[in-house]
C-alpha cells in the first residue's frame, strides 16, 4: 500500500460546481497535512495548511480525519482558473520530518 | 525575485554523462530539500538539508546521486553516469519552520533534465 493516495481522476466539472477530493495515508504517525496546487509544467504551490479542527480559505475547505487517517478538499463555485493538479503531502516524523506526496488528484473545470 | 532559483531550468545529456545541478533557497530558509517528479507522479522525496546538515537521504538516492549545501545557502545535486531513467523534473523546496513545524515548503522552478 502506498503511503499517500490520491485518485488520480480526472475530475471534469462544469464552471460553478462543488467537487470534493480525498487523500488517504498509511502511517498513523503522521503530523502535518497540506493540499498543494501544481500547474501544468509549473512548481507545487501551497494552497493549505490541513488542521485537525479543519480550515477554509475563501472556496477551499479542507478537513482532516486522523480516525479514518484521510484528509479531504472542498472547492465550491468552481473557477476555470481552478483547473489545475492538487497534491496532497503528509509529513511523517522519521528521526526528521520527512513530506510524502501524492500522485495528484487532475481538476478541469470547463465552461 | 526573493523565490527559490534552480539552475539551469533545463539540462540534454548523454547517457554516462554527470550533471550538477544548483538551488538557490529563499535566504531565510534553514531547511532545503530536492525532489524529483516524473509525469502524472507526485514529488519523490530524494534528501533534506537542516542548514549545511544532510539530515535524511530518501533509499532511492542510489551512490550515483549526490547533494551538498556546504555553507547552509545554495545546494548541489550531482548525478554520476547518468541513465535514461533519471530523466524527470528536479525539484528543490525550502522552508523556515517555527514553533509550529508546519513547514510550509516553497518550490523553485525545478530543473528538467532529459538523458539521450
Known amino acids: 500500500r502506498k503511503e499517500v493516495e490520491q485518485d488520480p481522476g480526472p475530475f471534469n466539472v462544469p464552471e460553478g460546481a462543488t467537487v470534493a477530493f480525498n487523500c488517504t495515508y498509511s502511517?498513523?504517525?503522521?503530523?502535518?497535512f497540506f493540499w498543494y496546487r501544481q500547474d501544468c509544467r509549473k512548481e507545487p504551490k501551497l494552497l493549505m495548511s490541513v488542521y485537525s479542527s479543519g480550515n477554509e480559505d475563501g472556496r477551499f475547505t479542507a478537513q482532516l480525519n486522523r480516525a479514518s487517517q484521510y484528509i479531504s478538499l472542498l472547492i465550491r463555485d468552481s473557477k476555470l482558473s481552478d483547473s489545475a493538479t492538487y497534491l496532497c503531502?503528509?509529513?511523517?516524523?522519521?528521526?526528521?520530518?520527512?513530506?510524502?506526496f501524492g500522485r495528484g488528484t487532475s481538476l478541469i473545470v470547463h465552461p | 525575485d526573493t523565490g527559490v532559483s534552480q539552475n539551469p531550468r533545463h539540462k540534454i545529456t548523454k547517457r554516462g554523462q554527470n550533471v550538477t545541478f544548483r538551488c538557490d533557497p529563499i535566504s531565510e530558509h534553514n531547511r532545503l530539500y530536492w525532489y524529483r517528479q516524473t509525469l502524472g507522479q507526485g514529488p519523490e522525496f530524494l534528501t533534506y538539508?537542516?542548514?549545511?546538515?544532510?539530515?535524511?537521504k530518501s533509499r532511492l538516492l542510489s551512490d550515483r546521486f549526490s547533494a551538498e549545501r556546504p555553507k547552509g545557502s545554495f545546494s548541489t545535486l550531482e548525478i554520476q553516469r547518468t541513465e535514461q531513467g533519471d530523466s524527470a523534473m528536479y525539484l528543490c523546496?525550502?522552508?523556515?519552520?517555527?514553533?509550529?513545524?508546519?513547514?510550509?515548503?516553497?518550490f523553485g522552478p525545478g530543473t528538467r533534465l532529459t538523458v539521450l
Open positions: 523546496a525550502s522552508s523556515s519552520p517555527g514553533l509550529a513545524d508546519t513547514d510550509t515548503q516553497y
Open positions: 502511517n498513523s504517525a503522521s503530523q502535518s
Open positions: 503531502v503528509v509529513t511523517t516524523l522519521r528521526g526528521s520530518y520527512i513530506p510524502t
Open positions: 538539508f537542516q542548514n549545511e546538515a544532510q539530515l535524511e
